[in-house]
């Protein structure tokens, strides 16, 4: 039961920009130009350093309007239009533009406009920038180990909605916040205002409801701060100071070892550190010191050094340091091997590893530690760790001293080791579906209420979806599914960003009693499941990609390296850094931030059929190994910055047909953290009665069934079996269970209660539009004389009403019992269910039963 039923919602976040004649030295210019009634502003940054965040405003004659924007969002108040950028042309490189993808318009007649302003500065760059801001400010203050921030509006309108952003030194931790809620990711943390201090009148302080929290170090003082983006002081954005003391420690024929001082922070903490050979950028570093490689022997190399903060402001370039390689025929003479190679330390994602130093006549430079054969990190020192690994796999690490000259010594005998579990135990995890807030009236209060978010490790929401035309992740729209379930077209542009970030919920639907004012910029399912991390540290929340109705372009954003990237990082961009579009004042930049703790890919299905008009193509399979790999590869990047590390889980098919059309299971698990495999829908008559309507049939038996009419006898275990046979590491595997049935009525008994007998159709579903599907609670209460029944032999629950009546195949208390014994006998990771909505609380408790 993949299909998605509610409302839902997109629209694609932007922030600004202008035109111009003129070329400024040091900041953003705009230049438009018009093409019949199509209007076009290219933005350029003639500077050397990449600038994020933009706003492009302009002015048309009187009696015209803009619209259709793409590249950017566009709002219009009278003869003043405002362009704020999509994510992915937010941040233009020095030197560059936002071509080929500027932001373009419709005009109601073909004129110039009047004014353009780009980041309120002149489009052609011409004038002075405004000052900045002093409007809006939040002063820090503390006592001992109780802190507060009293948020100042000195402008001459209200202020609806705020949120404070800074961070902490190591190891101070925030809590126990009165007046607002916080959340915190290794340093930064976020405040946002109680529903009552939300809004700050014009020349007014949130006094005395100013948000206080506890730090966990006392007299602790924030290193940076923002309020609504903006410095808390008022102050105008600083770079960071340029790094001091550049030296070279060690070089070899090939190689330069970099060391330098920490930049002094500007406005934002420093993100990391950017190495240029002369001109060109080597690499980018977290950390103080780097090895550039790929030189040639006996040259002179000049080298500098630039800190980025994390808005990508660079710092001025250090002092260079010019350095010559050595000479290779200096030295022939190869160092020791390294001996005593032994893993010290790992977790889920990580090994840390240790070795006796070698020996070597020049002295020995650094070592490569091989990961299964390649090298995966160089080190000066005897110790390493090495990061961005997958769960439960095996890897083998050797290590290879290298001299001054780069004589590389034989590799060490290898140790191999395995990486920790994605979770200690058994995981559950459940999917909570978007619109069911809606006729289900299932909100995330009830999964604290019935007791299943203690019994949960994972939450995946579902759906996001793709936008149809630019080919990133859909969000910020609220616009629904067609009707008609064949309709090819069915879910191009949905979403449901009311129910996702913008509806208010009520005190009695809310996580804490709390009810929202309609002020915040985040609401609806995703401040609650906020709300309820708080309540439960221990639950992971991943948004879902794709599902049946939202799979149609998933086989366009893997087909090509830069469809891939901008997907990816577009995805990451709204859900993961939470920088969501505006909608209806909710949303904006970091206003989900910290939600989501990985991502769930629910492609259905590559290489095979799934909704119609999905798009399949020839390479899908391939091209979905390379979209999985570039999610961890992305989201590896940031675990780099934020110390945090991300999730990624996929719905995976028990069909070996889909399994074998679309998935190669090996390459793909070296990046995957679970495959939620599908346990259901094996049989069923559909809702529109287009696929097993005539038949009876378990959809979701644990072991096949001897008296299985159908040409190929599905089930769990053949399923799971498909892929322990290709590798996958059982510890990755969970199976899925349905929490709803699915059922036909007319069904004739047959002697065998109804099981895989003749039918007439779909039975009635709990929802007009659902014919044939019920949630489990709505099955038992719903279904008059459902007598519930047990298949021993194929481990199969169903229910039925008699002799041409109907016939129901669900899981129960029962059938999840069976299976949670199976699964830990096969020593699976556990169970994926599909969908909450359906369990008043037994399901899964029988579920954490079967698992302790």
């Not at 932007?14 to 111009?20: E, R």
């Not at 003639?46 to 600038?51: E, L, S």
Request: charged share 20%.
């Amino acid at each position: 039961m993949r299909r998605l039923i509610g409302v839902l919602l997109s629209l694609i976040v932007v922030t600004s920009l202008a035109t111009a004649p003129a070329r400024a030295a040091d900041r953003l210019t705009a230049a438009f130009s018009l093409s019949g009634t199509t209007g076009k502003y290219v933005v350029s940054n003639p500077g050397t350093a990449a600038v994020s965040g933009w706003t492009l405003v302009f002015e048309l004659p009187a009696g015209v309007t803009a619209g259709n924007a793409q590249h950017a969002a566009l709002t219009q108040n009278g003869t003043r239009v405002t362009l704020t950028p999509a994510h992915y042309i937010d941040t233009v490189r020095a030197g560059g533009s936002t071509e080929p993808y500027s932001p373009t318009f419709s005009l109601s007649s073909a004129v110039q406009p009047i004014k353009c302003t780009l980041n309120g500065a002149n489009c052609d760059g011409t004038g002075e920038p405004p000052p900045a801001s002093a409007g809006v400010t939040a002063t820090y203050s503390v006592s001992g180990t109780r802190a507060r921030f009293v948020v100042s509006n000195k402008t001459t309108a209200a202020l609806n909605g705020w949120s404070i952003v800074f961070d902490l030194p190591d190891g101070v931790t925030a809590s126990q916040a009165d007046h607002g809620s916080l959340t915190q990711s290794g340093r930064t943390v976020t405040l946002t205002p109680a529903h009552y201090n939300t809004t700050v009148g014009a020349g007014r302080t949130t006094e005395p409801y100013s948000p206080t929290f506890t730090v966990s170090r006392s007299g602790a003082e924030p290193t940076s701060c923002r309020v609504n983006d903006a410095n808390c002081d008022g102050s105008a954005d600083r770079a960071p100071g340029a790094p001091t003391d550049l030296r070279s420690p060690v070089k070899t024929t090939r190689t330069v070892s970099l060391t330098w001082t920490a930049a002094t922070p500007g406005s934002l903490p420093v993100a990391a550190y950017e190495v240029y050979n002369g001109s060109t950028l080597a690499t980018t570093v977290p950390e103080t010191g780097a090895t550039v490689t790929g030189l040639s022997p006996n040259t002179e190399y000049t080298f500098t050094v630039k800190a980025r903060d994390r808005k990508g402001t660079l710092s001025p370039a250090s002092e260079p340091l010019r350095v010559r390689t050595n000479d290779p025929a200096d030295d022939a003479q190869a160092p020791s091997v390294p001996g005593g190679l032994r893993a010290t330390g790992k977790d889920a994602s990580s090994v840390k590893l240790a070795w006796n130093a070698s020996t070597d006549n020049t002295g020995v430079a650094n070592y490569d530690v091989l990961l299964d054969g390649k090298v995966a990190a160089t080190v000066t020192g005897t110790t390493a760790t090495v990061a961005g690994l997958s769960p439960s796999t095996a890897y083998s690490f050797a290590v290879r001293a290298r001299d001054l000259y780069d004589n590389l010594s034989a590799a060490s005998p290898a140790v191999r080791v395995t990486t920790d579990d994605i979770v200690t135990g058994h995981a559950r995890v459940g999917y909570f579906v978007q619109w069911g807030v809606y006729g289900r009236q299932y909100f995330v209060r009830n999964l604290d209420t019935t007791g299943n978010a203690a019994r949960l490790t994972h939450i995946n929401y579902a759906f996001g979806n793709i936008h149809p035309t630019e080919l990133t992740c859909l969000q910020g729209v609220t616009k629904g599914t067609t009707s008609d379930p064949q309709d090819p077209n069915q879910g191009d542009g949905a979403g449901d960003a009311e129910a996702d970030y913008g509806r208010p919920f009520s005190a009695a639907q809310s996580v804490d009693g709390q009810a929202d004012t309609g002020w915040e910029k985040l609401r609806g399912n995703f401040n609650q499941l906020r709300k309820l991390k708080a309540k439960h540290p221990h639950l992971k929340v991943l948004i879902s990609l794709g599902g049946w109705t939202y799979s149609k372009y998933f086989s366009d954003v893997a087909a090509t390296d830069a469809a891939r990237k901008k997907f990816v990082s577009s995805c990451i961009d709204v859900y993961i850094k939470g920088n969501l579009p505006l909608y209806n004042g909710a949303g904006g930049p970091g206003a989900a931030a910290g939600v989501f703790d990985g991502i769930d890919l629910d492609w259905e299905w590559p290489g095979a059929e799934g909704h119609p008009g999905n798009h399949v193509g020839p390479n899908d399979k391939a091209n979905n190994t390379l979209l999985i790999a570039e999610f961890r590869r992305q989201l590896d990047a940031l675990t780099r910055e934020t110390g945090k590390r991300y999730q990624l889980t996929a719905f995976t098919p028990a069909d070996p047909a889909k399994i074998a059309a679309g998935w190669d299971l090996p390459r793909v698990a070296e990046h995957l953290d679970i495959f939620n495999v599908q346990g259901y829908d094996f049989h069923g008559a559909g809702s529109d009665n287009s696929w097993e309507p005539n038949r009876t049939g378990h959809q979701g038996n644990l072991h096949a069934d001897a008296d299985d009419p159908y040409p190929f006898h599905f089930s769990v275990e053949s399923a799971v079996q498909t892929y322990l046979d290709a590798g996958v590491h059982p510890r990755k595997i969970t199976i899925g269970l349905a929490y709803y049935g699915r059922g036909w009525q007319n069904v004739a008994d047959g002697g065998r209660r109804g099981e895989w007998q003749s039918a007439r159709g779909a039975a009635p579903g709990q929802f007009a539009e659902e014919a044939g599907t019920r949630g489990y609670a709505n099955l038992l209460s719903g279904v008059p004389g459902c007598t519930v029944a047990h298949d021993e032999q194929a481990v199969a629950t169903f229910c039925f009403t008699g002799d041409n009546g109907q016939w129901w195949s669900f899981d129960d208390p029962w059938s999840i019992g069976k299976k949670t014994a199976w699964l830990r006998s096969k020593g699976l990771l556990g169970a994926m269910i599909w969908e909450m909505s359906g369990d008043p609380g037994v399901l899964t408790r029988a579920l954490d039963d079967g698992l302790r």
